[in-house]
């Protein structure tokens, strides 16, 4: 393939010398062979990533935080003040911190890579004169490319026919402006205005078309631009700087309480400066959690493996915290609230009214019927609504194997069940095809609402086949139907027509209305939406019903039990969208429904106030949805937003957390989203804003857990300060470090992948304004957990040294007692910090109930915590560098009598939460 040849050049040949440059076909395209060819010569369809990412530095960036950095210094100055045990021991947090970070860090991007390749990008392509979907990066130049509204383009490709198609070229040009695209060459000002050439990365916004691909990946015009565009640096996420105040924050906090033991160790105890400084950077090192970054990006790792079980995939693991805060939803009704299984179950016609029963069903590619429901040879009305129904249809069925794949409907639910209805009426779609081919299609917008085509009749006229909502549609019909005689529509037929689609509504079915006309074959070139879709006959109704997802109940009392309000915005008719609402308990019967064109008539301020309230929007246009979102974060909230379509994209991008359908939504939809639903579930959302907060919650576990220890740490040393020196230090620098590096860790990582709590979606969201740390964190880790834990290691410091004769003699200053002393508080903070992990578990919900052994991760890391303190116990070569000692019989059952109280305690505290909470509930 020569890839000298320009946009430019291809857009001017004439078909035919195109079609033999890329060894196609117009009509049957390229064969899977010439296919296997191509992507040996050209690669992969695929936007190369621009500079790879430096592995070394990955791995180099945790070993070079706030706190690493001042964890290396602190080693080599204690190497320096004579303690080289010390030093080697602090950077072997450093070590073991980072190696941490590394993995979990690495562990997360494998397994972002692998959801994204869960969905990939599908196009539509003829090769050996089949319609198929491939994947968008096994495209080659020569393949014929069928597009239609919502498609992302590929690939650069020669328009071949077209209908209608408009293209949206921001991506390239940054005009918002949508272009016309058609099959003959004309080149306008600037570099992309080339009329029959659709660019690689941008939208189809309407329209249909076949196009052949001239060019691929990197030589497209696309893929010269992200050369130039590949390398630019992410943003900071909201998480990230949190999590940058939070390091701030506690370096801060050990250098303060560092310096005033450094101080006081001088003063009080008259401690040399270098064995001062030795005191202090225990305490420094006592007061800083190294294992937050590692259980950060655990939990987040976590949540979103989780997500993606229940059918959430997140783009980036920051999106999971900011679910946490999620407050107002504004949710599609149709396949996010509904099972998006459009089944047609009423026939109206004027004189007349059909039930539709059987079930019809997709079976390897062909739609079947299990019942013949109507004679159509005695039902002429009804065989012309079928017929509408049948030829005004892009949809198509791409089969699976039974019993193994389910079948994929390329094209709307919508238009899915009209196929299942004219199947249950015993018609063939292409033999009715061959009998009438289709000539022109005047394709469905969102304005318009409504889609035309004109179908070619064996007596020569042409018929115009409209099919589209009845508001919209009764705007352009002036005649009816009524038993195969046309008559000029008058008042009372409107009326009844109008009350007909009411009494539907009212019962939660939507109808879909049919029309017809008849025009000059002359007169097809011609016609547009404006001359042809006027003066039309209508036909009937074909009333359908999308019913609720059954989980659907469940979810909204979620919701509204975590006080998330949820917005229904829908394209449907008020009266559909309130009863579908009020059925599933989204709002009460006291709603107000404001209409697309109610909508545009409101003010900013207007439409603030509305939002604060029970609302429903119904009739508007996708756009719309972008102002109601903006309108909802003015008031302060934090937005998810679901959407499919093109016109979706401006409010997914705009919400807090845009969230794109994976069945249903089209490429741009997915591109714009922060989440994908890999099953358009509503309640796949609530799941997915549990596990936010589940994180985040998770996060200010570890914290809790890990700041009681700290203070553990540090009560020997303030006794050993407050005594002058006469009582000895309690624990040895590198007993601390034996807590922090050793026995904490594991357990601490086990509370990052924690399941939600009972009761969470019970709780009102978060505000953003929140910080990580806050006064409760600090109380419950300092004055509660905390303040235990240090009286209950000084006491087993005290119980020791009891055994040994005090306090009728001195307190060990050295010697065994001393070493076994030390070892028992080690070894009372080890088993305080059992108790403790197993009740920072929950916050108000009994320990009992989620189950003790239910985290397996947890389990594991106190089983790892107590076998590292055996060995520091009882293994000789390493005494001396911990300064441990054995410890006998007594001191061991003191140790296991410490976890059971602790537990009890902390249930009796929940306890007394809960009592109080459902107090004020009841309230």
Excluded at 252 to 264: D, K, P, S
Excluded at 438 to 444: A, D, H, I, Q
Excluded at 510 to 538: C, G, K, P
Excluded at 620 to 643: H, L
Aim: glycine content about 8%; some cysteine.
């Amino acid at each position: 393939m020569d890839h000298k040849m320009t946009d430019d050049d291809y857009a001017q040949l004439p078909v035919a010398e195109l079609v033999k440059d890329l060894g196609s076909s117009v009509t049957d395209g390229l064969t899977n062979t010439e296919v296997q060819q191509k992507l040996k010569t050209v690669g992969k369809n695929v936007i190369e990533k621009g500079q790879k990412e430096n592995g070394f530095w990955n791995f180099i960036k945790n070993f070079t935080s706030l706190m690493a950095c001042l964890l290396w210094v602190s080693g080599v100055i204690a190497i320096l003040a004579g303690t080289p045990e010390l030093g080697i021991a602090i950077w072997a947090v450093n070590i073991i911190n980072g190696l941490f970070s590394y993995w979990e860090e690495h562990a997360a991007k494998k397994a972002t890579d692998a959801l994204s390749k869960m969905l990939p990008t599908y196009v539509s392509v003829i090769r050996d004169g089949k319609k198929i979907q491939v994947i968008a990066e096994d495209l080659v130049p020569g393949d014929l490319v069928v597009l239609q509204a919502g498609d992302a383009i590929p690939a650069d490709a020669r328009v071949l026919s077209s209908s209608s198609l408009q293209v949206d070229e921001s991506a390239l040009t940054g005009e918002s402006v949508p272009v016309d695209k058609f099959a003959d060459y004309k080149h306008g000002d600037g570099k992309f205005a080339i009329d029959n050439i659709v660019f690689a990365g941008t939208v189809v916004t309407s329209g249909t078309a076949t196009v052949m691909v001239v060019e691929t990946g990197m030589n497209t015009e696309f893929g010269q631009i992200a050369k130039l565009t590949q390398n630019q640096k992410g943003t900071v996420s909201p998480l990230t700087k949190e999590l940058n105040r939070l390091t701030r924050q506690l370096s801060v906090l050990a250098l303060v309480i560092g310096l005033g033991f450094f101080v006081l160790a001088i003063f009080f105890v008259h401690y040399p400066i270098a064995k001062s400084f030795i005191f202090a950077l225990g305490m420094i090192v006592a007061f800083i959690p190294e294992g937050l970054l590692p259980t950060v990006t655990l939990s987040l790792a976590h949540g979103t493996k989780v997500m993606a079980k229940k059918h959430a995939l997140l783009k980036n693991l920051d999106s999971v915290e900011t679910l946490g805060e999620t407050n107002v939803i504004c949710s599609d009704k149709t396949g996010t609230l509904t099972q998006n299984q459009m089944t047609v179950n009423h026939i109206w016609l004027p004189d007349k009214e059909y039930t539709v029963t059987g079930t019809g069903y997709f079976n390897n590619g062909k739609i079947q019927f299990n019942q013949q429901d109507v004679n159509l040879k005695n039902e002429k009305d009804l065989s012309l609504l079928l017929d509408i129904a049948l030829l005004n249809n892009d949809t198509k069925v791409q089969g699976g194997e039974e019993g193994k794949t389910a079948p994929k409907i390329l094209g709307t639910p919508t238009e899915a069940g009209l196929n299942i209805l004219t199947a249950k009426g015993g018609l063939d779609l292409d033999q009715r095809m061959q009998a009438t081919p289709r000539l022109k299609e005047l394709p469905f917008d969102s304005t318009r609402r409504r889609m035309t085509t004109l179908q070619q009749e064996s007596d020569g006229k042409v018929a115009v086949y409209v099919k589209g909502a009845l508001s919209n549609m009764m705007q352009v019909c002036d005649r009816i139907l009524i038993n195969g005689e046309v008559r000029p529509m008058t008042n009372a037929d409107k009326t009844k027509i109008d009350q007909a689609n009411q009494d539907y509504a009212a019962q939660g079915l939507r109808s879909l209305a049919f029309a017809y006309n008849t025009i000059a074959a002359d007169d097809v070139s011609s016609a547009m939406i404006e001359n042809t879709e006027q003066h039309l006959i209508f036909v009937g109704l074909a009333v359908m019903q999308d019913p609720p997802r059954e989980e659907i109940y469940d979810a909204v009392k979620k919701c509204h039990s975590a006080d998330i309000k949820i917005i229904m915005v829908t394209g449907d008719s008020s009266l559909t969208a309130k009863s579908i609402a009020v059925k599933i308990g989204i709002v009460s019967d006291k709603a107000r429904v404001i209409t697309g064109a109610e909508l545009n008539q409101m003010s900013d301020d207007e439409l603030r106030q509305a939002v604060k309230g029970e609302v429903i929007f119904a009739r508007v246009a996708p756009e719309d949805k972008y102002r109601i979102v903006s309108m909802c974060q003015a008031n302060g909230e934090i937005v998810a937003a679901t959407g499919d379509g093109v016109n979706d994209a401006p409010a997914l991008k705009k919400a807090n957390i845009g969230i794109a359908m994976g069945v249903t939504g089209t490429d741009v939809a997915k591109e714009a989203a922060d989440m994908i639903l890999t099953d358009d579930n509503f309640a796949s959302i609530v799941s997915a804003i549990e596990e936010g907060r589940t994180v985040y919650s998770n996060i200010q576990k570890f914290l809790v857990y890990i700041f009681n220890s700290n203070l553990s740490e540090a009560f020997p040393s303030l006794l050993f300060i407050i005594s002058g020196g006469l009582i000895p230090l309690a624990l040895t620098v590198m007993q601390i470090l034996t807590v922090d590096l050793g026995t904490d860790m594991l357990p601490a990582l086990g509370l990052g992948a924690e399941k939600s709590e009972p009761g969470i979606m019970d709780r009102p969201p978060r505000k953003r304004d929140a910080h990580l740390l806050n006064k409760g964190i600090l109380l419950k880790s300092f004055c509660y957990y905390g303040l235990i834990g240090s009286l209950v290691s000084a006491d087993a410091y005290f119980f020791v040294n009891w055994q040994y004769g005090w306090p009728s003699v001195s307190l060990a200053h050295g010697g065994y007692v001393y070493a076994a002393a030390t070892t028992m508080t080690l070894a009372a903070i080890v088993f305080c910090q059992v108790a403790t992990v197993l009740n920072c578990r929950t916050e108000t919900t009994s320990l009992f109930k989620i189950g003790i052994f239910s985290n397996h991760r947890i389990m594991w890391g106190i089983v790892f915590e107590i076998c590292l303190l055996t060995f520091l116990i009882y293994v000789p070569f390493v005494h001396g560098l911990f300064g441990t000692a054995p410890i006998n019989l007594l001191d061991w059952i003191y140790l296991l009598c410490i976890p059971v109280p602790l537990i009890l305690i902390d249930e009796a505290r929940k306890w007394f939460i809960r009592k109080y909470m459902n107090k004020k509930k009841a309230a």
